[in-house]
């Protein structure tokens, strides 16, 4: 039902928006991407998480990146941070995820630091979510994603 719902108002979202109003450097179709896509991640952490959840060691990093995954517009929205990822090139690698991202990063880190170890599973888990939350970042100005959002709206 969350999913249905979210999906629905990110197009939703999208109709609404008066055209020439960019939210960042986004169109508002463009930033559908984010939404939309955003959800699907969020998902897709969030499945496997709950059907692992009693195989030690997948449930927790799983769970933890599917809730950052949604943080990812609260992040956003802090000018500061936003500013110093587009000053640095990041932002044209991450988008709107550079926020999560670093925090993502910054966990694994810490966790390695604090237990000694290199946590394989929550290291795997975060390179997918790096690679998907790159990819959504790249596909938001792409032509394939204005098609979607074409479809999307009508």
Known sequence: MLVAVGLRIAVA?????????LLGPLTSRQFMAVSFLGILLFTGFVAPGVRLRGVAGWHRPLMFLATLSVCAA???????????????????????????VTFAALTVVAHGVLTHRLDRRLATSFAGFVVVCTAIAQATTSAGWAAVAELLLR
């Open 13 to 21: 979202s999208a109709a609404v928006t008066p055209p020439g109003v």
């Open 74 to 100: 609260g992040l956003g929205r802090i000018q500061s941070l936003t500013e110093f990822f587009v000053r640095h090139g990041w932002y044209g690698v991450f988008g709107d995820f550079c926020g999560v």
